[in-house]
């Protein structure tokens, strides 16, 4: 203590100012680094999780559209009915290949597991009797998991050179008109796949903001990546990672990443993908803005130290007795909002200067805290139009996701969705609903005929017609190929083939320049309460279609 009170004035004042400055500077450069730092990850959180959420849901819709295909066409005719290696189903596999290169192989095996037709022939004569797809697409739709080419490995080692060759399968069992099974029709679609669904997003966004997008299997194995600069590095993620919703988490490259983790639904009820997507971006990028302005600050409040300590090593011991005065003044700058000034007047020139400093330091001290609240202001509004903006693409790419990019009408995502509305709304109320289950007819003769650009064409003008034709409170979806669904709520089994009739007549009265007319089958029915599911009136709707059809097509079965 008496060595303490040895020091200088001189000393002392230095003290007491640099101790003024941290008081007021560093209370509010740790505030405001934590408010700041939480506002900007909860931005950029919500940012990454609309990409998660949006990419998850054109990965199901995209895995959905592919089942649907591969089911649709074992039910084709052709399938049922013709020789499995004859000239028409060799021919039909290789122009769906052609049309849709995302399968690098599809073909047709027999009850005996001889693939009898393929795509150019490949694997034609093999035994593919202990494959995964065969076995499971004997019993139903099978969706598999990604996996290692094996049989193709060599067919495909030129066209896919230097690359790894991943396929996901796609297989629905083949029966002929009497139930018996005749075979597995079945895909490989390349893992390349993932890539090109995914390019559907704001690839500039993405790009712009260092975005990173992974897809995890059920063993936390990463089986895809954006970022082809890391695709070495990191293999499989950690518990502690896929586990986790959002937050700032340290991964396996020792790097900490702001990450999202959401879940991709299953495309079958039978399916067990176990798929998560995780969307990364560095610490670095996500609070970039956030450092930035604390070196803003600490560059303030270095220059504002300098002078604080400069007007107390130009102070003297003739400032002894007016010192408390001016600590006085000094504490008062802390809480003040306006400037204040010091009425009392010293005889010493110094001190008068020093005074006058201390006001002119007020003034910047408060000049900088309303700088900053400006500040906060402006950054509060920017994170609110950027959310909005982020809550804008969220919308849109919803919609996207529940529309067909033909017809314009709802896809089947969004006919599942209110199909379990209706039936959930029937368990409640006891108002019935009913199904029409719309195919058109001789669809496949219109596209070998007049090309698929015309059948393009017949599939918008059905669509505009039915949708035209409909009450304002039915419902209209394509759900596939050129199957429609129509949705009747309120209506009852004894109205329903009434309004499908008019369908029906409308579609048969409209002319086509290309093609003439055009007719289709419907079939009709209505929920009865002894469903249990909402799928359960759309195949008696399907079965009803097939017996339209079975009767000769252009009408409606009820």
């Not at 897809?215 to 970022?227: E, G, L």
């Not at 368990?427 to 007819?441: L, V």
């Not at 409209?510 to 007719?519: A, L």
């Amino acid at each position: 203590m008496k060595a303490l009170g040895t020091l200088s004035f001189r000393t002392w004042l230095i003290v007491a100012f640099m101790t003024i400055w941290s008081v007021v500077t560093i209370p509010i450069f740790i505030f405001s680094s934590d408010y700041l730092k939480n506002l900007i990850q909860e931005e950029h959180t919500k940012f990454l999780f609309s990409v998660a959420t949006s990419s998850a849901a054109n990965l199901t819709a995209n895995l959905l559209e592919r089942k649907r295909e591969i089911e649709l066409l074992a039910e084709s005719d052709l399938l049922r009915t013709a020789a499995s290696g004859s000239k028409d189903v060799k021919s039909a596999l290789d122009k769906l290949q052609t049309s849709y290169p995302i399968y690098s192989w599809i073909g047709f095996a027999d009850q005996n597991g001889i693939v009898t037709s393929a795509a150019r022939g490949a694997l034609t004569g093999v035994d593919v009797s202990k494959r995964p797809w065969y076995i499971e697409g004997k019993k139903g739709t099978f969706v598999g998991d990604l996996h290692e080419a094996v049989l193709l490995a060599k067919l495909l080692k030129e066209e896919f050179q230097g690359q790894k060759i991943q396929f996901i399968d796609f297989a629905a069992p083949v029966y002929n008109s009497k139930g018996d099974l005749r075979g597995v029709l079945a895909s490989h679609v390349h893992w390349k796949w993932a890539g090109e669904v995914l390019s559907t997003l704001d690839t500039l966004t993405v790009q712009k903001n260092n975005v990173e997008l992974f897809i995890v299997d059920k063993n936390q194995q990463i089986i895809f990546q954006n970022s082809e600069s890391k695709k070495d590095e990191i293999k499989q993620l950690s518990s502690s990672i896929v586990n986790t919703r959002s937050g700032l988490t340290t991964w396996t490259d020792g790097e900490r990443f702001l990450s999202v983790t959401v879940p991709v639904k299953e495309p079958a009820i039978d399916s067990h993908l176990g798929w998560k997507l995780v969307v990364r971006q560095h610490e670095t990028h996500a609070l970039s803005s956030v450092w930035s302005m604390q070196k803003y600050f600490i560059v303030i409040a270095l220059f504002t130290g300098v002078l604080f300590l400069l007007f107390a090593w130009f102070g003297s011991d003739k400032f002894a007795r007016p010192v408390e005065s001016l600590v006085q003044f000094a504490q008062q700058i802390k809480t003040s909002r306006v400037q204040i000034q010091i009425e009392q007047r010293f005889l010493s020139t110094e001190l008068q200067r020093l005074a006058k400093t201390l006001v002119d330091l007020s003034s910047d001290v408060i000049d900088q805290r309303n700088s900053l609240e400006k500040s906060k202001s402006e950054l509060e509004a920017r994170v609110a139009e950027r959310t909005a903006q982020l809550e804008e693409m969220n919308v849109n790419l919803d919609r996207l996701a529940r529309t067909d990019a033909l017809t314009g009408l709802p896809n089947r995502l969004e006919a599942n969705i209110r199909l379990k509305q209706e039936f959930a709304r029937y368990k409640r109320s006891g108002k019935p609903f009913s199904a029409c289950a719309i195919d058109i007819d001789f669809f496949k003769s219109i596209n070998d005929k007049f090309g698929h650009a015309t059948g393009d064409d017949v599939l918008k003008v059905i669509a505009k017609c039915i949708a035209t034709s409909i009450r304002e409170t039915d419902f209209v979806a394509r759900i596939g190929g050129e199957e429609i669904l129509v949705l009747l709520p309120d209506t009852p089994i004894e109205l329903a083939p009434v309004l499908a009739e008019k369908l029906r007549k409308s579609i048969a009265n409209t002319p086509f320049d290309s093609v003439g007319s055009v007719t289709v089958s419907i079939g009709v029915s209505s929920v009865i309460e002894s469903d249990l599911f909402e799928t359960d009136v759309i195949d008696r709707a399907d079965q009803l279609l097939y017996k339209a059809k079975d009767m000769g097509r252009n009408q409606v079965q009820s």
